[in-house]
């Protein structure tokens, strides 16, 4: 396929190929299947304009949500498990939309423990669909999603999680504050402080928690301003917030 110059071939020889991967999958053939979707990737880099699309949509037609299926399957044995996790994060840029549509509506704790756990290896390649799901209405997905970018650590996420502290829910707006925490973002430092310093007469303990956290998160920004907002939060009424 690589090597192939005439197009009629070129196209013929990966139809085959793209009949071939559901059953690479099915059979649990990984290292096969592995190889094949890497020299589809190395392929459509330096595939002349006319073959492109036609890679991208043999390489976008595979059936990761089916992948993730077996790496959640306890049939599956762990070195199994293993080969499919580097399939899913080497080619996260194409699995990322099954897997994001899997973690909003798996109902299994510990199956969304290890998805959490398996996405805490992206790489920035998966911001784009991440942020696009920032909207959604549920808490739980967005708290999620959260995690996820605070593990990747890339700081062009750090607008969409300043936005995401106006959410009502407490638990979303938790998640934010950790995770421009794990960014040490100094940017972040003044609506962070926002919440440092909000207080109000019967503020509940979750609120108060979620200043401390935000307490927290300045530290680790660390800056001029940030040593100022901490200095101004240790002569809150609050006693837990002080300490």
């Known amino acids: 396929l690589?090597?192939?110059?005439?197009?009629g071939e070129f196209l013929e020889l990966l139809e085959e190929i793209r009949k071939i991967i559901p059953n690479l999958i099915s059979r649990r053939e990984l290292p096969l299947l592995k190889t094949?979707?890497?020299?589809?990737t190395s392929v459509h880099r330096t595939a002349p304009d006319s073959r492109k699309a036609a890679i991208a949509r043999g390489i976008g037609e595979v059936d990761f949500a089916h992948m993730t299926d077996l790496y959640?399957?306890?049939a599956v044995s762990k070195p199994e498990k293993g080969r499919i996790e580097e399939i899913l994060v080497s080619f996260i840029g194409v699995s990322i939309g099954d897997f994001l549509d899997r973690l909003l509506m798996e109902?299994?704790?510990?199956?969304r423990k290890a998805l959490l756990s398996l996405a805490f290896r992206f790489d920035a390649e998966a911001i784009s669909a991440i942020r696009e799901k920032l909207d959604e209405p549920y808490w739980y997905f967005v708290r999620n999603l959260c995690l996820i970018l605070g593990r990747i650590g890339d700081p062009s996420v750090v607008p969409d999680l300043v936005r995401l502290l106006n959410r009502k829910d407490l638990r979303v707006r938790k998640e934010a504050i950790l995770a421009l925490g794990q960014l040490r973002a100094a940017e972040s430092v003044p609506f962070l402080g926002k919440?440092?310093?909000h207080e109000t007469f019967l503020q509940s303990a979750r609120e108060e928690a979620l200043r401390i956290d935000?307490?927290?998160a300045i530290f680790r920004c660390g800056s001029t301003r940030a040593v100022a907002l901490l200095h101004r939060?240790?002569?809150c009424n609050r006693t837990k917030v002080r300490e």
Do not use: H, K, R, V
């Open 214 to 216: 935000a307490a927290n």
């Open 195 to 197: 919440i440092l310093l």
């Open 36 to 40: 094949l979707l890497s020299t589809l």
């Open 72 to 74: 959640l399957s306890p």
């Open 2 to 7: 690589a090597e192939e110059e005439a197009e």
């Open 233 to 235: 939060g240790a002569e």
């Open 107 to 111: 109902t299994d704790q510990g199956n």
